[in-house]
């Protein structure tokens, strides 16, 4: 079994983790299921991250994102069925955040995706596709199904502290409780969200961290000391939205509000 | 003036202590890491308050020097004699304590009845005969580390000291340096849990040489390069750091493995520049020592592995294995569930890369500035436990209490240095003899 599992008999709790995937750690915490469901649930999962990973993750040169990566350039490279539909989701939030939320990094516009024949080619060399502000919202979204489909309705999910997911809520509470880390001063809470079958998605720089996100309308990395969250039912939507609010302005922020169904977003400054 | 300067002192050292916890509490988690302090009281203090200890030194090189300028600023000692055979050095020290007697044998000098206790900071080869003369002269004795040439007059003195019922000790500074009582206190109250092993290091890039106002006087000056006045790196720097090893395991090696080689510095030295040893203890633990003084790069440290944690005594820092802010959350939540506790626990934030987890966070051991020695200097470094140490011998001289386990610890470290040039000497796996073994030792 990959990863790390741990059943805790006495309040039926159970524990899976992996130290690094997807660039970063993950741990499901699950509640109300006897140890052999729980630990074939967690099977399901890691598995599942594992497959995620190999397709989405650029830096994995066997992956399918990779392989689109080194021959797009050049030719038409034809995609698998799950690929084609995360392509045309990403254009259309491209679309919906007002081209903010842009897998290339530099010009949605400049691929030629087409969804009928399964194919994409870039239009200009020096173009790649990252999934980095997508893959780990898509990933929450999957596992999500997992978890319905085996009845786990107590779980919660922190996949490396940006992108987390309470499932029902906590068994001695009425929801997932979570304090907001300040990310520039150890140890410091900056607020604190309830959530309840709810996603949180936080997209931010950090002292060790500092420029990652780059904003594709003007090819600069934001280096702004702030720290956004977005809750939504969506993962998916979560994630693209908080990418999209850390570069985006008051107008392009209200415009892109309008275009998501979001609980709450949250912009803190430093 | 001189008044003045004498409060001062006084008051560091109290405030050395009261840092400490001595006073304000913890005296006895204190007394269990480092029990050679529990004579360091306030009631002792003040006991000694209108005494004064008189100081002959013996040796009064720069190491001799450096320990004069401790001493002069003890409130509770004062200088009553130098002894050296150089006399450039005689005349230094002479300027500096112009009241002191003089003497250019050491013999003559201990059978002063003026004189409580003597500072010996000599030659390797001559720390032996010296500390056996002025235990025998009925003098207390504080002598410069390591404890003698070889290990057959370690344990002489070490018996000598069974016997005897003057005060008597090595400067194995560490033992009084604050972020090194502080740091094994932590490490022997669990914070970085099991200790898996020890690594320790000093690197120097100097010929180790002092310059020779005449050839004749190369082997008197330069007496830490000969093997019949020095043990080489082992006794003159490893030395130390085996004895912090002994302090934080509480047990001895059994066996050394180790190699060692003069590498650039080939100027008819008979003793190694490069020694390499691996210390072996029963529970399968490790030290790894390296000492090398053509390249500093790494400088000095002793760097103590746990399961949880990493200490790096030399520094005062410490690095923990899995870091709370790594762990996002997910264990305070486990723990609450299991505990039927529901509060928020610390988790969103930007996304946690594992490149943040390799750039270790270094906690200090000291809260508030603290003095690291860089190993550089060849006389001594400043606030390394030094005056700490001569303090409390001094006040030794007055009450005529021991110093517990300080002649213990500097046996084992010095055996260790042994043993370890044994080893490379012969190029094979030393075992701890059972001759030199003593009670205190466990293996």
């Not at chain 1, 090819?219 to 693209?240: N, Q």
């Not at chain 2, 200088?79 to 450039?88: E, H, M, N, R, S």
């Not at chain 2, 300027?95 to 390797?124: F, R, W």
Request: glycine residues 8%.
């Amino acid at each position: 079994m990959p990863g790390q599992f741990q059943f805790y008999d006495d309040s039926l709790m159970s524990h899976g983790s992996m130290d690094y995937i997807m660039g970063t750690r993950f741990d499901i915490i699950s509640v109300g299921k006897s140890k052999e469901i729980s630990e074939s649930v967690w099977q399901n999962i890691s598995l599942e991250l594992i497959r995620l990973d190999k397709m989405l993750n650029c830096f994995d040169p066997n992956s399918e994102i990779s392989h689109i990566n080194n021959f797009a350039v050049q030719e038409s490279v034809s995609l698998s069925n799950e690929f084609s539909e995360i392509l045309l989701t990403c254009k259309e939030f491209h679309k919906r955040t007002l081209g903010l939320f842009d897998i290339t990094l530099t010009d949605f516009t400049k691929i030629d995706f087409n969804y009928n024949s399964k194919s994409i080619q870039f239009q200009i060399p020096g173009l790649h596709l990252d999934l980095g502000g997508y893959a780990k919202g898509y990933a929450l979204k999957k596992i999500n199904q997992i978890l319905v489909k085996s009845t786990v309705n107590q779980a919660f999910i922190n996949f490396g502290n940006s992108s987390i997911f309470g499932i029902g809520h906590h068994p001695f509470g009425h929801s997932w409780k979570i304090s907001i880390n300040n990310p520039y001063k150890a140890g410091e809470a900056i607020d604190e969200i309830d959530l309840i079958d709810m996603s949180l998605s936080s997209s931010g720089n950090t002292p060790s961290y500092p420029k990652h996100i780059i904003n594709p309308t003007t090819g600069k990395y934001d280096d702004s000391l702030k720290l956004v969250c977005v809750k939504a039912k969506d993962p998916v939507v979560a994630e693209v939205v908080s990418t999209s609010l850390m570069i985006a302005n008051q107008r392009e922020r209200k415009k892109i509000l309008r275009n998501f169904e979001v609980e709450f977003t949250q912009t803190y400054t430093f | 003036m001189k008044g003045n300067k004498e409060n001062q002192v006084d008051h560091s050292l109290r405030q050395f202590i009261k840092d400490l916890g001595y006073i304000t509490g913890g005296a006895a988690l204190l007394v269990a890491t480092a029990p050679w302090l529990q004579s360091f009281t306030p009631e002792k203090a003040k006991e000694i308050k209108n005494e004064k200890a008189r100081i002959g030194f013996i040796g009064t090189g720069s190491r001799g020097q450096y320990n004069m300028h401790a001493v002069l600023n003890i409130p509770h000692a004062e200088i009553v004699a130098l002894c050296d055979d150089y006399p450039p050095s005689l005349k230094t020290a002479s300027e500096l304590c112009p009241n002191a007697k003089t003497y250019t044998n050491y013999k003559k000098l201990l059978e002063s009845p003026d004189i409580d206790g003597v500072v010996i900071s000599t030659p390797l080869n001559w720390h032996a005969p010296m500390v056996l003369d002025a235990l025998a002269a009925g003098k207390h004795v504080y002598c410069e580390k390591a404890m003698a040439l070889t290990m057959d007059e370690c344990k002489a003195i070490y018996d000598a000291y069974q016997r005897t019922d003057k005060v008597l000790y090595f400067c194995m500074q560490r033992m009084f340096d604050e972020k090194y009582i502080k740091g094994i206190q932590m490490i022997h109250s669990g914070l970085i849990g099991d200790v898996v092993g020890e690594r320790c290091h000093w690197f120097r890039n100097h010929d180790w040489r002092r310059p020779v106002p005449s050839p004749e006087l190369e082997r008197k000056i330069n007496w830490r390069l000969y093997r019949d006045s020095s043990a080489g790196l082992m006794t003159e720097l490893a030395c130390h750091q085996l004895e912090v090893c002994h302090w934080v395991s509480g047990q001895m090696p059994e066996s050394v493995v180790g190699m060692g080689d003069i590498v650039y510095w080939k100027d008819g030295r008979e003793v190694y520049d490069s020694v390499n040893l691996v210390y072996h203890y029963s529970n399968s633990t490790k030290i790894n020592y390296e000492s090398l003084i053509a390249n500093k790069f790494n400088g000095m440290e002793d760097q103590i592995l746990g399961k949880k944690g990493t200490m790096n005594l030399a520094t005062g820092v410490y690095f923990l294995e899995d870091d709370s802010k790594s762990k996002s959350g997910i264990e305070q939540l486990i723990n609450q569930i299991g505990e039927k506790v529901f509060t928020a626990i610390p988790a969103a934030g930007p996304s946690w890369r594992p490149e943040t987890k390799v750039e270790n966070t270094a906690y200090p051991i000291l809260t508030g500035k603290f003095n690291v020695n860089n190993g550089l200097s060849m006389v001594g470094a400043v606030k390394d436990g030094s005056d700490e140490i001569l303090s409390a011998f001094c006040q030794g001289c007055i009450t005529g209490e021991k110093g517990k386990n300080i002649v213990e610890e500097a046996y084992c470290a010095t055996m260790l240095c042994h043993l370890g040039n044994q080893a490379m000497v012969e190029g094979k796996k030393i075992s701890f003899p059972e001759e030199y073994k003593i009670p205190y030792m466990s293996f």
